[in-house]
């Protein structure tokens, strides 16, 4: 038996007006889109921007259904629409930002372990990083250079 450690490398932005100016415009269309999620049953609203090669900017955000599981996150309303409207477009960075109604969420939240998986697809697609960026309603904002580096141990196409 031998152990391995595996470790991940992120990057933490006191604020918004801390990244570089195309990103705190991505973070901006993050919150614009986040703030009209369809979210009556969680109150909790997320919304993604992706910026693609071709310049162009593609949101999307968490559409809730009353039979729970047949709700999307915002990342993958977001990737699936870019993956399927322009899918030669390189995705070079993504923005998401969430908010409760209930509550002030000061911390960055994550894309759940789905998105992760989802976004990963189309980083090995396009063999090409994706930079990826979050944060809460306020406060930090972390950055994850690649998708990978929030998914370790990725089950991608090699394996089928
Ligand atoms: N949600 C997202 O949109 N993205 C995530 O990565 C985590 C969770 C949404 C799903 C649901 O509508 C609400 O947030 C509460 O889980």
């Keep these: 038996m031998k152990e391995i450690e595996i470790k991940t490398r992120l990057e933490i932005y006191d604020t918004v007006e801390e990244l570089p100016r195309d990103v705190q415009q991505l973070m901006q269309r993050s919150f614009w889109i986040r703030d009209k999620a369809y979210a009556p049953y969680s109150n909790f609203l997320v919304g993604a921007a992706l910026l693609l090669s071709n310049g162009q900017i593609i949101e999307g955000n968490n559409q809730e259904n009353a039979c729970y599981p047949s709700g999307l996150c915002a990342e993958r309303t977001a990737i699936y629409y ?77 394996y089928l």
Excluded: W
């Design 82 to 158: 870019a993956g399927a409207q322009f899918p030669e477009e390189t995705i070079l960075k993504m923005a998401i930002s969430a908010k409760s109604l209930r509550h002030k969420l000061s911390t960055p939240t994550p894309p759940c372990g789905a998105c992760r998986q989802a976004i990963a697809e189309y980083e090995v697609k396009q063999e090409q990083p994706i930079e990826i960026f979050f944060t809460g309603e306020t406060g930090k904002v972390v950055k994850s250079s690649s998708l990978a580096n929030l998914l370790p141990l990725v089950f991608d196409k090699t």
